[in-house]
């Protein structure tokens, strides 16, 4: 009898539905709340008066692990005025990257063979990037197969691939908008935007 009721105690706790670890609500909100009102200081460093301090906040916040944080701390910087703190937002997200993904589309005086193109690319061009090099802003990468390099300088993007070459700058927030070339029988220049959020 003993053993049918410790046997049927044990069933019972590996049937019973396990206790919630999720926070009540109220404490939920209580710690979202702290969570905003810290995002708000961190927005209050990255916006300061102090090109230095903008920097720092930069450097120190795209250092931690939380994804969210850095996400928060990439889209305020490309957001802003100061053209140093987003070339170094650039530099850092580029090198976050493994694929670029550039949306490409040509103009109303596109030829057809040009259209084929694009048809064949789905309307994107996409490459892999192999390496980052922090310092000098160099990288190399895979472009089907074609290993390729390219360059960060400042708020500007460009590589050069086997048959394809581009150069983007980033425009209003984390856009890049530029020109892709290619050669042979990719042939044609296509317009281009890479969104980095």
């Not at 410790?6 to 019972?12: E, G, H, P, V």
């Not at 650039?90 to 090198?95: D, N, Q």
Request: charged share 25%; glycine share 8%.
């Amino acid at each position: 009898m003993r053993h049918t009721l410790s046997t049927s105690l044990a069933l019972l706790a590996v049937l019973a539905p396990p206790v919630s670890a999720l926070p009540s609500v109220d404490e939920l909100k209580a710690s979202i709340e702290t969570r905003a009102t810290e995002m708000d200081k961190y927005r209050e460093l990255l916006e300061s008066d102090n090109q230095a301090l903008r920097l720092a906040a930069l450097d120190a916040l795209l250092a931690e692990d939380d994804v969210a944080l850095r996400q928060f701390a990439y889209r305020t910087a490309f957001q802003s005025d100061d053209q140093t703190l987003r070339a170094v937002a650039l530099k850092r997200r580029i090198g976050d990257m493994k694929t670029l993904v550039i949306d490409v589309e040509a103009g109303d005086d596109a030829t057809e063979d040009e259209k084929k193109v694009l048809t064949s690319w789905g309307g994107t061009y996409a490459f892999e990037i192999e390496s980052f090099d922090e310092k000098t802003g160099t990288f190399e990468t895979t472009d089907y197969d074609h290993k390729g390099k390219g360059q960060v300088t400042g708020t500007t993007l460009s590589f050069a691939h086997q048959f394809c070459n581009g150069t983007f700058s980033l425009g209003d927030g984390a856009v890049l908008t530029g020109t892709l070339g290619c050669r042979a029988k990719w042939e044609g220049r296509f317009t281009g935007k890479a969104t980095l959020d």
